[in-house]
């Protein structure tokens, strides 16, 4: 039972030890806290990945010198979406100034109602009064939606408009939009978008379908639309996390296949794991067959840290094949009578006769399918910022990209690693140098902490073909002597000689034998 100590009793010199606990709070973090400051272990490794180069969303970035030139262009962009609004009231009539005033006021009175909560969503409290916040808020999300609206506008708006019309700035604010620290919670955006927006549109298209077109990974479904978690999508970062996640095969999300399913989030509080709400990636719980920590269980999470590289594993037999399909299908095929006679191994016939390829005889060579992997000048970016994301909000369960990044950090060490990826298509190289693809997936890495086991079944059994001596000598009996069909036919005609001389050589005493025993 504590106790109340009595300071006038405490002797003077060590009075000024003792701590005013009431002073001291420490900070609340409500369950809403979404948009973090990336930590500074993170930052040291490359700065530039989380700092926005073009536009400031949100308050972490507000009044940047250098970003000042873009706030001219985001008070533009809403006032064209205050004529968007007015235009369908007034049907192509001329707007009043007073109406235009009004609705200003109308889409502040929304940001305003919903400004604790919004401040709540912050990670680090943003140091703006409340009329310099809702101001900053009102600009910046009506700049976000007017822009999803005019990417999919007409074409003379295309053509027409400042951002759209140029390339490099399209690209640079599409970057600048996704980067944790460069964020506005989703819902406010919703909000204004289906208060403001919706009523206008020739086709009633809601704020999320504007924002996955936008980001360009995938169609959303009204089936998916539907779904719990994705209505609860914290950000865009958050957004593109749960695309990517859920780019599985459709038979999947179907309830097909062998996949694991998703396991249900849980909060931001470490504390509470598990007991509330769901992330925007647990719409599949109920769709496969077991959950990755199930499929993992029996794996020692160990095995994920000593997998062999790519070119290693390469030489101990294992063909890579590219797949169509998303982070989460990559399996490693290998039939039973190959674990038990590894010698069986079909890979040289195929190697040097590519017409017998059929699903029997392939399915006699151990295989890792891949999906592609697009590196372009943005995956670093793109990437460091999702894996910022999972490090700040998820727990370690639910680390899935990070998962996938230490995977392929894994199998790439060198060069030599991409250089036979890229020969497979698994990687799209767009930067030209393969020594570039291999130090980027590197260092992508870097200070990051544990992750999702949810790759350690299949490290282990990767790591037990690697470690059979039979298949590497297999893989070098391939490499050596059926490397094409040249050489396969060059070992094919030089055993069946071996063999004339042979017989050549022990018929005479065969015969002798035979003579003998007449």
């Given at each position: 039972?504590?106790?109340?100590v009595?300071?006038d009793?405490?002797?003077?010199?060590?009075?000024d030890?003792?701590?005013?606990?009431?002073?001291?709070?420490?900070p609340?973090?409500?369950?809403?806290?979404?948009?973090?400051r990336?930590?500074?272990?993170l930052?040291?490794?490359?700065k530039?990945?989380?700092?926005?180069k073009?536009?400031?969303?949100?308050?972490?970035?507000?009044?940047?010198?250098?970003?000042?030139?873009?706030?001219?262009?985001?008070?533009?962009?809403?006032?064209?979406y205050?004529?968007?609004a007015?235009?369908?009231?007034?049907?192509?009539?001329?707007?009043?100034?007073?109406?235009?005033?009004?609705?200003?006021?109308?889409?502040?009175?929304?940001?305003?109602?919903?400004?604790?909560?919004?401040?709540?969503?912050?990670?680090?409290?943003?140091?703006?009064?409340?009329?310099e916040?809702?101001?900053?808020v009102?600009?910046?999300?009506?700049?976000?939606?007017?822009l999803?609206?005019r990417t999919f506008?007409?074409?003379?708006?295309?053509?027409?408009?400042?951002?759209?019309?140029k390339?490099?700035?399209?690209?640079?604010?599409?970057?600048?939009?996704?980067?944790?620290?460069?964020?506005?919670?989703?819902?406010?955006?919703?909000?204004?978008?289906?208060?403001?927006s919706?009523?206008v549109?020739?086709k009633?298209?809601?704020?999320?379908?504007?924002?996955?077109?936008?980001?360009?990974?995938?169609?959303?479904?009204?089936?998916e639309?539907s779904?719990?978690?994705?209505?609860?999508?914290?950000?865009?970062?958050?957004?593109?996390?749960y695309?990517?996640?859920l780019?599985?095969?459709?038979?999947?999300?179907?309830g097909?296949?062998?996949?694991?399913?998703?396991?249900?989030?849980?909060?931001?509080?470490?504390?509470?794991?598990?007991?509330?709400?769901?992330?925007?990636?647990?719409?599949?719980?109920?769709?496969a067959?077991?959950?990755?920590?199930?499929?993992?269980?029996?794996?020692?999470?160990?095995?994920?840290?000593n997998?062999?590289?790519?070119?290693?594993?390469?030489?101990?037999?294992?063909?890579?094949?590219?797949?169509?399909?998303?982070?989460?299908?990559?399996?490693?095929?290998?039939?039973?009578?190959?674990?038990?006679?590894?010698?069986?191994?079909?890979?040289?016939?195929?190697?040097?006769l590519?017409?017998?390829?059929?699903?029997?005889?392939?399915?006699?060579e151990?295989?890792?399918?891949?999906?592609?992997?697009?590196?372009?000048n943005?995956?670093?970016?793109?990437?460091?910022?999702?894996?910022?994301?999972?490090?700040?909000?998820?727990?370690i369960?639910?680390?899935?990209?990070?998962?996938?990044?230490?995977?392929?950090?894994h199998?790439?060490?060198?060069?030599?690693?991409?250089d036979?990826?890229?020969r497979?298509?698994?990687?799209?190289?767009?930067?030209?140098?393969?020594?570039?693809?291999?130090?980027?997936?590197?260092?992508?890495?870097?200070?990051i902490?544990?992750v999702?086991?949810?790759?350690?079944?299949?490290?282990?059994?990767?790591?037990?073909?690697?470690?059979?001596?039979?298949?590497?000598?297999?893989?070098?009996?391939?490499?050596?002597?059926?490397?094409?069909?040249?050489?396969?036919?060059?070992?094919?005609v030089?055993?069946?000689?071996?063999?004339?001389?042979?017989?050549?050589f022990?018929?005479?005493?065969?015969?002798?034998?035979?003579?003998?025993?007449?």
């Amino acid at each position: 039972m504590s106790r109340i100590v009595d300071t006038d009793s405490v002797p003077i010199e060590r009075q000024d030890w003792i701590i005013d606990v009431s002073q001291v709070r420490e900070p609340a973090q409500r369950p809403e806290c979404c948009i973090y400051r990336v930590p500074k272990k993170l930052r040291k490794v490359n700065k530039d990945a989380y700092t926005p180069k073009l536009i400031s969303i949100g308050p972490l970035h507000h009044r940047r010198k250098e970003l000042r030139d873009m706030e001219n262009l985001k008070v533009r962009y809403f006032k064209l979406y205050c004529n968007r609004a007015l235009k369908g009231e007034e049907d192509g009539a001329s707007i009043p100034k007073e109406k235009e005033v009004q609705l200003q006021k109308c889409i502040a009175k929304i940001v305003e109602d919903n400004s604790e909560k919004i401040r709540h969503c912050y990670a680090e409290r943003p140091r703006l009064d409340h009329k310099e916040f809702v101001s900053m808020v009102l600009v910046d999300a009506t700049f976000i939606i007017e822009l999803f609206l005019r990417t999919f506008g007409d074409a003379e708006d295309l053509r027409n408009d400042y951002i759209l019309s140029k390339s490099w700035l399209t690209e640079g604010i599409k970057q600048d939009l996704i980067l944790l620290e460069n964020q506005l919670p989703f819902f406010i955006l919703e909000k204004i978008h289906e208060a403001f927006s919706m009523p206008v549109q020739r086709k009633q298209t809601d704020f999320l379908t504007l924002a996955c077109g936008y980001l360009n990974i995938r169609a959303i479904d009204d089936q998916e639309k539907s779904t719990k978690e994705l209505k609860e999508v914290k950000h865009l970062t958050d957004l593109l996390r749960y695309l990517l996640i859920l780019s599985l095969k459709r038979n999947v999300a179907c309830g097909g296949g062998d996949h694991p399913k998703i396991p249900k989030n849980t909060s931001n509080n470490p504390d509470k794991a598990g007991l509330n709400e769901a992330s925007p990636s647990s719409n599949l719980r109920n769709s496969a067959s077991k959950k990755p920590d199930e499929a993992s269980q029996n794996a020692d999470p160990s095995t994920f840290y000593n997998l062999p590289s790519a070119s290693n594993l390469d030489g101990a037999g294992v063909e890579f094949q590219m797949v169509k399909g998303g982070l989460f299908d990559i399996e490693f095929k290998k039939s039973m009578c190959m674990e038990w006679i590894p010698c069986l191994t079909c890979s040289w016939l195929l190697t040097c006769l590519p017409c017998l390829k059929c699903t029997y005889l392939k399915s006699m060579e151990p295989c890792l399918e891949v999906p592609t992997f697009l590196v372009n000048n943005s995956t670093e970016t793109i990437f460091r910022n999702l894996m910022a994301l999972e490090q700040c909000h998820y727990p370690i369960e639910d680390t899935y990209i990070c998962a996938y990044i230490l995977l392929l950090d894994h199998l790439i060490d060198t060069e030599k690693d991409v250089d036979l990826l890229v020969r497979k298509k698994i990687i799209l190289n767009h930067l030209g140098s393969n020594d570039a693809v291999a130090t980027i997936i590197n260092r992508l890495c870097e200070e990051i902490g544990d992750v999702s086991p949810y790759y350690s079944d299949l490290s282990e059994k990767l790591i037990k073909h690697y470690e059979n001596f039979w298949n590497h000598a297999m893989a070098t009996l391939k490499s050596a002597y059926f490397a094409n069909i040249w050489t396969g036919t060059a070992t094919v005609v030089g055993l069946i000689v071996l063999g004339f001389t042979l017989w050549g050589f022990i018929r005479p005493y065969v015969s002798h034998e035979r003579g003998g025993g007449d």
